[in-house]
């Protein structure tokens, strides 16, 4: 009981400076609003990591096709927006056509199990990527739906499309910044919530035993799809999100492989299936990302610049998770935990003795 | 048209059948595949461009060299993941793939390249339909390769015991077969097959690190619609996608080729798990 106190106690203490700093970074202007960029890029992808997770973690269908809500829901907004609807309402409307994507190819590949799924995934992914490269050409041969392109643009094809910058900048990031962190809060406690809930229970069971589940009373399809089209709408809000943050967008970038590949390895790095996990994985992705795409190692003869290492960390450390511990971060942090208090208690022994 | 669609599914077919029979074996979806086809690519590049080998013979001497590379993978890392979950081989092997596009864009950068040799533009003319002699080799060597492995799978010991542990590893366990020497042997086959097409793919295709991606999916639509361990099957589908991506060139656009055999992987996953072989029983027996 104690020792509950004092850990709750600890993490208080931790916290809640951690959250007091991460809210004032905007005023402090530290490095020129660079932290505050890191900031709002380490939500973002905490929010896209929690999502992933709903489905991938807690249903344990793993999912190379995020990226196709996210680039959706980036889509959504620049299109709406270009057509003079108001950017912030296109955002919900932009995790609902996410979360319909997700229907509409869920329903049909939830059915397929294990790395069924997940092959499935990839194919959804790329061949969406390429529909939406394509799509503006395909419109113009179509007379039907040519009403949809606007000066002969709709997705604006490998271009990509982009959005006009507000007067005040600066404001417009802090405003996004601040959005951001409340987007990630609302994800950690959807992804409480759906874990202590039946929901979740559903969920587990799936993920342990499929047939068990569905004999023991869970719908196990629409259980999968309702997880799927709940995690979609995460993401397509990021991309959202993303979209109006950087004013820029092409399908390289938001639907392209890199992105679903992002949304697989966080929760796997920081511990999947766990509420926590996504969020070290994600800032741990970051952190490296950031760092090693900047760094260069200067080994006395050789000159290495970092950022052609990123696969290989990123490879490796997925490698070193599978072979030597599931799960991720969290359980190297749970095994540092029970050495530590082997090694308190012998401490402890060995004064008693003397 | 017609014809180097034909020439293409049997470079598809080597590609495959190499994923069909690890997966056959072991259960596994081989990610690294696509890594292996990759790195095959670039050192028919070298042996080609730089050091000036004959094209044709490059992927024979290639070929064992993966083998040995696929044994020791199976026997190093993918060994011990054999009782986990199947999602955590497939993870794994991705992270492979991974580091394997990383060392590449190390060594050779993120250029694309191309094999061209005197070879790459010859043509010759069959009744009015003109034939690349660089496709008709590449299908041939292809098809060479299946048919020895054909004999191999046939008339050997190993070649038996590969087939009796992809039916069932525990009966083949008690019938002595030494299942973790097969499931090594298979695992190096299949990346030796998967070298081959990626040589002979260098010889035909342009490429760079992220290479082999699109051909992986590819072969796992062929897989699923040949069904899983039946090399004629296999053949089939090949032949199938390849057909299919060249009526889209002709009717849709040449930039949704990819597209096409993307959506028909996803389609053909969900429709008819069983692959043709499915199709064709239900329509024989009603």
Redesign the interface.
């Known amino acids: 009981m104690r020792v509950k106190e004092m850990s709750r106690s600890w993490k208080l203490w931790v916290g809640g400076p951690v959250l007091a700093f991460l809210v004032l970074i905007p005023f402090l202007e530290l490095q020129g609003g660079y932290l505050q960029t890191l900031g709002f890029l380490t939500f973002l992808y905490i929010t896209m990591s929690t999502a992933w997770n709903i489905l991938g973690g807690y249903a344990g269908q793993t999912s190379f096709g995020h990226a196709t809500f996210y680039g959706l829901g980036a889509y959504t907004t620049c299109i709406l927006t270009l057509r003079g609807i108001p950017a912030l309402l296109t955002i919900p409307v932009a995790g609902m056509i996410a979360s319909l994507y997700g229907l509409l190819w869920g329903y049909p590949c939830l059915r397929l199990r294990g790395q069924y799924f997940a092959i499935a995934t990839i194919g959804v992914g790329e061949a969406t990527r390429l529909l939406m490269l394509n799509l503006d050409d395909l419109i113009k041969n179509n007379s039907l739906l040519k009403g949809f392109l606007q000066k002969g643009v709709l997705t604006g094809g490998a271009t990509g499309l982009m959005l006009p910058t507000p007067p005040d900048i600066q404001a417009y990031a802090t405003a996004f910044y601040y959005g951001v962190m409340g987007l990630m809060f609302f994800a950690l406690f959807v992804s409480w919530r759906v874990k202590n809930g039946k929901f979740g229970l559903g969920l587990f069971a799936i993920n342990m035993d499929m047939d068990a589940a569905e004999t023991v009373g869970v719908n196990t399809t629409r259980y999968k799809i309702l997880a799927l089209m709940l995690s979609a709408f995460l993401v397509g809000i990021s991309g959202s999100i993303y979209a109006q943050y950087v004013f820029y967008i092409d399908p390289q970038t938001v639907f392209g492989f890199p992105m679903s590949i992002a949304m697989v390895l966080m929760p796997i790095i920081g511990g999947i299936g766990t509420l926590i996990g996504p969020v070290l994985g994600a800032v741990f992705y970051i952190v490296v990302q950031d760092r090693i795409l900047t760094a260069n190692l200067n080994l006395g003869l050789i000159k290495l610049s970092l950022s052609s290492l990123h696969l290989l960390v990123y490879g490796g450390l997925l490698v070193l998770i599978i072979l030597f511990e599931p799960k991720g971060l969290l359980g190297v942090h749970h095994r540092f935990n029970i050495w530590w208090n082997k090694r308190k208690r012998r401490s402890l022994a060995a004064t008693e003795k003397a | 048209m017609i014809v180097s669609a034909i020439l293409l599914a049997g470079l598809y077919a080597t590609m495959s059948y190499g994923l069909a029979l690890i997966y056959g074996v072991m259960k596994i979806?081989n990610l690294a595949h696509a890594g292996v086809m990759m790195w095959a690519a670039y050192v028919a590049f070298i042996l080609i461009v730089h050091l000036g080998a004959n094209p044709f013979l490059v992927p024979i001497l290639i070929a064992p060299v993966f083998f040995v590379f696929g044994v020791l993978l199976q026997r190093y890392?993918v060994q011990?993941?054999m009782g986990?979950?199947?999602?955590?081989s497939?993870?794994?092997l991705?992270?492979?793939?991974?580091?394997?596009?990383?060392?590449s864009?190390?060594v050779f950068s993120g250029d694309t390249k191309a094999v061209t040799t005197k070879y790459t533009l010859m043509t010759f003319q069959i009744s009015g339909i003109s034939i690349s002699i660089n496709r008709l080799v590449v299908f041939i060597v292809g098809v060479l390769a299946l048919v020895v492995l054909r004999q191999f799978l046939g008339h050997t010991y190993m070649g038996k015991a590969i087939r009796a542990t992809a039916q069932d590893k525990e009966a083949s366990k008690l019938a002595g077969i030494n299942t973790e020497r097969v499931m090594e042997t298979a695992f190096g086959i299949g990346t030796a097959l998967a070298s081959l097409a990626g040589s002979l793919m260098a010889l035909i295709f342009a490429f760079d690190p992220d290479f082999g991606?699109?051909h992986l999916?590819k072969g796992?639509?062929i897989v699923v619609l040949g069904g899983l361990e039946s090399m004629i099957g296999v053949a089939l589908g090949a032949l199938v996608l390849a057909l299919a991506e060249a009526l889209s060139v002709l009717w849709l656009?040449p930039?949704?080729q990819?597209?096409v055999s993307?959506?028909l992987?996803?389609i053909v996953?969900?429709v008819m798990?069983g692959g043709m072989k499915e199709l064709v029983d239900r329509l024989i027996r009603p």
């Open positions: 979806v890392v011990r993941v986990a979950p199947p999602i955590s497939l993870l794994l991705f992270g492979v793939w991974l580091i394997m596009q990383n060392i864009y190390l991606r699109s999916l796992f639509c656009m930039a949704l990819d597209f993307f959506a992987l996803v996953l969900i798990p």
